[in-house]
């Protein structure tokens, strides 16, 4: 397991084979994850501090806990139809890298009409699995898949990767970005933490020769206006969590 955040150079492939290719850490280990990874397999978990600022009830769900996505998100379904296909063909050609997430993860695949581009520049950074290479199409010899959907928390990941999502041919890297619409929900940072290495833990249990990178969660503001980052934001719980 890898942890990556913007002060971290790269992580790149080492050897470009397909078959004995590496991934190469671009940080330290961060020994805690593992440790956390034993709490949350013994389900050690305060219930009381799921909820941020101690506050007795939010719409944050038990950290350990898969829950289907039930509240009414638009397309929420056909998107994860979309994501079945998308690991059935990586079950079925193999795949080197597999994106997990929420919504930033879900416009590389360009399945949101308001980030329409974004797509395309993935497109040409990997190629689908199966796809031929060459250079005439100008696609990368590294394939990869993106299973994101718009407004997904911890724990509806953890449910899709428990239903349909994880290919069966296990990835040589899984990248995963997810945790800032658990913010939103409110959830504590501890929830949060737990919610990310729980995911984790089932990837790693599902794929256990499979290199896994948590992607720090990246910076975002209430303030849509200026989208300066507040005092006590979202921002200083986003550095906290990291």
């Not at 939010?58 to 139809?81: H, I, L």
């Not at 299973?147 to 239903?163: A, C, E, F, P």
Request: hydrophobic share 35%; aromatic share 10%; net charge positive.
């Amino acid at each position: 397991v890898v942890y990556f955040n913007s002060k971290i150079e790269n992580t790149s492939i080492k050897n470009k084979s397909r078959k004995s290719s590496h991934w190469q850490k671009g940080n330290n280990l961060y020994p805690e994850i593992l440790a956390i990874e034993k709490s949350v397999a013994a389900q050690d978990f305060d219930e009381s501090s799921i909820c941020f600022g101690g506050k007795p009830k939010c719409r944050c769900g038990k950290p350990f806990v898969p829950s289907r996505k039930n509240n009414g998100a638009r397309d929420w379904e056909s998107s994860y139809q979309r994501n079945i296909e998308a690991a059935r063909a990586a079950s079925s050609e193999g795949v080197h890298v597999v994106f997990a997430g929420d919504s930033i993860t879900e416009a590389w695949a360009d399945g949101l009409p308001y980030r329409k581009g974004v797509g395309s520049l993935f497109g040409r950074l990997f190629r689908v699995p199966g796809e031929e290479i060459s250079q005439e199409s100008g696609h990368s010899e590294y394939s990869a898949i993106s299973l994101g959907i718009s407004g997904d928390v911890t724990s509806t990941l953890l449910w899709r990767l428990k239903n349909g999502e994880m290919p069966k041919q296990a990835p040589e890297l899984w990248w995963v970005l997810i945790g800032t619409n658990d913010l939103t929900s409110g959830c504590s940072n501890d929830a949060i933490v737990y919610g990310i290495i729980n995911v984790v833990s089932e990837i790693r249990k599902q794929n256990p020769t499979s290199k896994v990178v948590i992607n720090g969660l990246l910076p975002r503001t209430r303030d849509t206006k200026t989208g300066k980052f507040e005092k006590l934001g979202f921002w200083e719980r986003i550095k906290g969590i990291n």
